[in-house]
């Protein structure tokens, strides 16, 4: 006698599972947006049970999406990477979306591999943390022949293309503003590179700082390039030129650590004869010694409204493309603190 062979899951088992109707079982599955999220999870749990998994995805397929979405970072070791891949996850999730990861290390080569994700279909979007339209191997790539796409942590030079992330003039001038409430007057920007938008945003925000103080303050551009290493080498070309800040403002927090190292190597005390702040706020800023004082990017909640976004804009591509620009905080440690009479 043969053995009785198991019938494939049918969305009815998994109506009758969830207790809920056929057709919201239907509804969770093509717009889960549009289903609460009690059900949405009763539903999704039943078909974990019932094996409807694969039926699922049938019906995606004949729907002629993938319900992937494609996130396309220049290096995933970026310390803000994995705060903003949690927030992209979270969101994809809730909405029934899962997330492929394209690591390019800045290469044209790995960049136009990941895009045959969304040439095969294999992706219905893209969430761009590169700074630039990909390259798809002609020198143009039309934007029409891309999914729709979101950038988020560098901006991209399109109005085509929404952005989130934080508002980097805003928060540079706050943070200038703070350096000067401390009574520093000669602050050193270190900056990120020519070749990165935001070092040129932070570098506003700074000099807007430095604009509003009652006293006629020096613009003082130091270039880096984000890296520990060019803290330490700015550091090095003012001691050798012998014209010294009282504070360093820096791109990032790499940056900021390469100059504590620096000033300490030199047998200088941070606070105490320079004051050091930073910009992200990196896990490690708040184990450093001492305590980094920077800002902080609400990195979950950027990649949780970018990935929004994108969802919001498969399900209709009329939506308005715009900036959203979130609040930076500061975060006070102990790497700054007020001049000294001796320095002043």
């Known amino acids: 006698m043969s053995e009785p062979v198991d019938k494939p899951a049918t969305i009815e088992d998994v109506a009758k599972l969830a207790g809920v109707s056929i057709a919201t079982v239907s509804r969770a599955l093509r717009s889960p947006e549009k289903v609460a999220e009690s059900t949405r999870k009763k539903v999704t749990a039943a078909i974990a049970r019932t094996g409807y998994t694969a039926n699922a995805m049938a019906q995606n397929l004949r729907m002629q999406r993938s319900k992937m979405v494609l996130v396309l970072a220049s290096s995933i070791a970026d310390p803000n990477f994995a705060g903003l891949l949690t927030g992209l996850e979270k969101a994809a999730n809730d909405r029934g979306y899962g997330v492929l990861i394209g690591n390019t290390e800045g290469t044209t080569g790995l960049e136009q591999n990941y895009l045959r994700f969304l040439s095969t279909g294999m992706a219905d979007g893209l969430v761009l943390l590169t700074g630039h339209i990909p390259v798809a191997g002609e020198p143009q790539t039309p934007l029409t022949t891309l999914p729709p796409i979101v950038a988020t942590e560098r901006p991209v030079s399109n109005r085509e293309i929404s952005y989130v992330g934080v508002d980097d003039v805003a928060a540079c001038k706050m943070a200038t503003e703070y350096l000067i409430s401390l009574g520093h007057r000669k602050i050193t920007f270190i900056s990120g590179g020519p ?64 100059v504590i190292s620096a000033l300490q190597l030199r047998g200088y005390r941070v606070p105490e004869d320079f004051s050091v702040l930073g910009f992200d706020d990196i896990p490690f800023a708040s184990n450093f010694s001492p305590g980094l004082t920077t800002i902080r990017q609400p990195r979950h909640h950027i990649g949780e409204k970018a990935m929004n976004i994108l969802l919001n804009r498969l399900a209709n591509r009329l939506l308005e493309t715009r900036s959203h620009l979130l609040h930076g905080d500061l975060i006070v440690r102990e790497s700054c603190a007020g001049v000294s009479r001796q320095r002043k």
């Not at 945003?201 to 006629?216: A, F, K, N, T, V």
């Not at 003082?220 to 330490?232: I, K, L, Y």
């Not at 080498?233 to 990032?252: Q, S, W």
């Open 195 to 258: 070749s990165d938008i935001r070092s040129d945003l932070r570098h506003s925000g700074y000099r807007q700082g430095l604009r509003e103080s009652p006293e006629d303050l020096r613009d003082w551009r130091v270039e880096g390039d984000g890296t520990s290493e060019s803290g330490r080498a700015a550091v090095e070309r003012l001691f050798i030129k012998d014209d010294l800040p009282t504070a360093f403002f820096c791109f990032n927090d790499n940056t900021a650590i390469g």
